[in-house]
């Protein structure tokens, strides 16, 4: 089955600079990859989603980049703001239906 | 449009207990997955149901089960609770549960055995 690795888990940024979180997935057969944010308290929220069709998509500050051959897909935050602060999760897709393989999360901490 | 709505938010159970979780989706999602999530083990998949049929199921033992109701809302049950099942049950929704289709969280349940 899938496996979905995701580095680093902790990740901590000034104000106003980039983040990028990385996730390596294995089953060549997953063709749909989300990135989730989870804020303290609450359930994930899709962030930013790409297909395999797709090689990068972006969406205002957020932006996803997906390598196919290397099995690996990565997102992209610039001009980081506090309210970024939050666990990223990223997860890959089967193809017959919902039971996405998450990884493990990476805790993000923008420092003002 | 409301979003995922699960209900109990908070709960406390007594090992050896059973217990009952609901969700109800966005309106007009057919697809019901449930996911536990713990601190060592992240968020896991339980199961997934679409049209009141269970269409995929993780790697959890039977005292985990799920149903869907015609309305396509569902309710996750967990008997002879452990300790180990002291977790956030999160519950999610999409249109058709076909590949791609985005699923949407609720804010979850947490659930702690004591």
């Known amino acids: 089955g899938e496996n979905v690795e995701q580095h680093p888990s902790t990740l901590s940024v000034q104000e106003g600079d980039s983040a990028v979180i990385k996730c390596t997935y294995s089953d060549s057969a997953s063709n749909y990859f989300p990135w989730y944010k989870q804020e303290l308290g609450k359930g994930p929220q899709l962030i930013i989603d790409?297909?395999?069709?797709?090689g990068e998509k972006k969406d205002q500050r957020i932006a996803v980049t997906l390598n196919k051959t290397a099995k690996h897909f990565s997102l992209h935050i610039t001009e980081t703001q506090p309210e970024d602060s939050a666990v990223y999760f990223c997860a890959g897709g089967d193809v017959d239906g919902q039971n996405f393989v998450f990884g493990p999360g990476t805790r993000l901490s923008v420092l003002p | 449009k409301a979003g995922v709505t699960q209900t109990p938010r908070y709960l406390i159970k007594t090992r050896g207990q059973q217990v009952t979780l609901s969700c109800s989706p966005i309106?007009?999602?057919?697809?019901v997955s449930w996911y536990q999530q713990t601190p060592g083990q992240g968020l896991q998949f339980l199961f997934e149901?679409?049209?009141?049929?269970?269409?995929n199921k993780g790697n959890f033992p039977g005292r985990f089960s799920g149903r869907q109701f015609s309305n396509s809302r569902s309710e996750m049950n967990v008997s002879t609770l452990e300790l180990g099942d002291s977790a956030l049950y999160l519950c999610?929704?999409?249109?058709?549960?076909?590949?791609?289709?985005?699923?949407?969280f609720g804010e979850g349940s947490w659930l702690t055995v004591v």
């Open positions: 999610a929704s999409s249109l058709s549960g076909t590949s791609g289709n985005t699923i949407y």
């Open positions: 149901y679409f049209s009141e049929t269970q269409r």
């Open positions: 309106s007009g999602h057919r697809s």
């Open positions: 790409i297909r395999s069709n797709v």
